[in-house]
């Protein structure tokens, strides 16, 4: 495995609720990617087929219109596998690249009807590495997304290094995070909706405490980029341009950023990573090696 590579966070805008187009978007950013030379593409979460930011704008006892998106929202989601996750597979095969996918999922092992919010891992050779299902969505998202559980909560070999994948605000469950340190990752693909000041300061502390590389990636989505057909759109004040600004963001494992934060722009971010500067990083403290006192503490994650 090469020590040094190239990454990508793809902050891209979804074409909102509609598969088929997003995922040709998808697959012609992973095809750039692997052209400029990038090992891994990490994209937001939810990219196909958009953020269902109606959560934070209408409430529950508006029963007919938020039945009326979930049945949209379900309609565009993915099922692993299925049609749309092969012509991931082909595209990330095509461009020798890694690819980390975030959407909305259908789950089609049982009722094939409930959502959740997942990543999905597809190897430079084309393959299915697994997936993650966020394990608790947050306020109004537990209207849309199910629970995950940890069987899931893996990290993947590939050619880029160590991967795994938290989304959003799980990156703040310290359990959690314990368990990607314990599975010695190198990259953390942190897929996301949150474009605050306080998160870009997280994304840095997690990069030093876990001795890693983290890839922030957040979409970007302006008002135009909601079609005119979905009333919600009329709930958000007059003149709002941008509905999500992105500042997505590569950081090093000594916290500094190495590209971005990225503030309004759909562009694709590039970084180079050493995976080198992972072990110096953790000659001081290394939260699951050194520093993890086994004697003291116990931890173990339920599958």
Known sequence: MNKKLKAAAAQLSPVFLNKEKTLDKACSAIQEAGKNGAGLIVFPETFISGYPDWVWLIPNNKGE???ELYVKLAENAVSVPDDTTDKLCKAAESAG???IMGMNELNTESSNSSLYNRQLFISDKGEIL?????FIPTGGERLVWAQGSGKNMKTYQTSAGKISGLICWENYMPLARYSVYENGTQILASSTWDKSPDWLQSMQFIAREGGLFVI????????DDIPDEFEFKKLYPEGKEWINTGNSCIISPN???LAGPLLSEESILYGEIDLGLITASKRMFDAAGHYS???VFEFSLKK
């Not at 697994?130 to 966020?134: D, E, I, Y």
């Open 255 to 257: 916290g500094k950023f």
């Open 293 to 295: 006192r086994p004697d």
């Open 216 to 223: 922030s990636t957040c979409m970007t989505l302006k008002m």
């Open 130 to 134: 697994g997936t993650h299902r966020k």
């Open 97 to 99: 690249i890694n690819v």
């Open 65 to 67: 219109v938020l039945n």
